[in-house]
């Protein structure tokens, strides 16, 4: 993957043309940022973040619901702009893959984790370790659940049957949507029945279940519990075409907490990611100072008011 550098000729171009001009053409032809969303509850709450951001500088925003590697192929294809959801390592396989079809500006959030959990009565059974699961693969009914087709997580779980790791042998993964996933643990939790699924943080199923998550996994998710980095990607050539926008998203960075609130906003209490993300934004103004750093509206006015006013506009 390539780092971002500044491009001679644009030097040179910038430097023949009056910087405003320049400036506010170039950010013309940026006005609606194209965003990937995976179906991902966190990566709606981070796109919803991020547009209400953009609207409020004036700007617009369309997301595309797509899958962790068609994702890649369209940032690949320069038919999507961000991708604010590169969780790595688990990603690791499509970022080799497309290396050279998209740029990384940054880490957007740090501490999260990704690997297999159970319902803390299922810990109390014994099942600690993924090395656990194999000797009550009955109560389980031989089955993991995971979240949507093609999802990189649901590959690793996929090849560790395949390879009988663990005695998976026989095995069988549940494609599902994250909501999906989400009702089958809600419903074994009910019942004291015995469920195996993927699990990560930041996450409101961290504060809605007592949940245990399984260690012995890091051949396949990584040390520290599947210890994750998230990153902000765009297509090639969008920092040099967007440096205003591109800005903003180099200021961007999230925490677990927020995260898992807005989430519980949505998931629990039924709001819509825009709508939480505006709310939060409007009760949380000192983020908005470091987020707007350098940061002009789409005509080269101030960021910070101009964002302070749209959210207060209610």
């Known amino acids: 993957m390539r780092l971002l550098q500044p491009k001679t000729a644009g030097a040179l171009l910038v430097a023949c043309v009056p910087l405003g001009l320049t400036a506010q053409a170039t950010e013309s032809t940026c006005q609606t940022v194209r965003f990937s969303d995976p179906g991902w509850t966190d990566i709606g709450v981070t ?9 409020g500088l004036g700007y617009s925003t ?4 797509l899958s962790v590697p068609i994702g890649f ?8 702009d961000v991708f604010l959801g590169n969780w790595m390592p688990a990603q690791q396989s ?13 880490a957007n959030l ?12 299922v810990r109390e059974a014994g099942v600690e370790s993924f090395a656990d699961l194999a000797d009550h693969a009955d109560e389980f009914n031989h089955r993991i659940y995971g979240i949507e087709p093609g999802a990189p997580a649901n590959e690793l779980i996929q090849s560790m049957i395949d390879a009988g790791d663990f005695g998976l042998e026989g095995w069988e993964l549940i494609d599902s949507s994250e909501q999906g996933m ?62 205003n926008v591109t800005q903003l998203l180099n200021n961007l960075e999230f925490t677990l907490d927020m995260e898992s609130q807005l989430m519980g906003d949505i998931l629990n209490e039924g709001l819509e990611a825009d709508e939480a ?29 101009a964002v302070q006013a749209y959210l207060a506009d209610d």
């Open 47 to 55: 796109n919803a973040v991020a547009g209400q951001l953009l609207e």
């Open 62 to 65: 369309h997301v595309s619901l």
């Open 73 to 80: 192929q369209s940032l690949s294809s320069n038919e999507i």
């Open 94 to 106: 499509f970022a080799d893959e497309y290396a050279d079809g998209y740029e990384r500006l940054r």
């Open 110 to 121: 740090e501490g999260a984790k990704f690997t297999l959990a159970v319902p803390e009565h």
């Open 182 to 243: 989400l009702s089958q643990v809600n419903r074994a939790v009910r019942r004291d029945e015995f469920i195996v699924f993927l699990g990560w943080e930041p996450h409101p199923m961290n504060l809605r279940f007592e949940l245990s998550y399984l260690s012995g996994g890091d051949d396949y998710f990584g040390p520290d519990y599947g210890g994750a980095t998230v990153y902000t990607l765009t297509r090639n050539g969008y920092a040099d075409e967007c440096p």
């Open 277 to 305: 993300a505006h709310q939060w934004l409007a009760n949380n103004p000192d983020a908005l100072t470091d987020w707007l750093d350098g940061v002009t509206t789409v005509d080269g006015e101030d960021g910070l008011p």
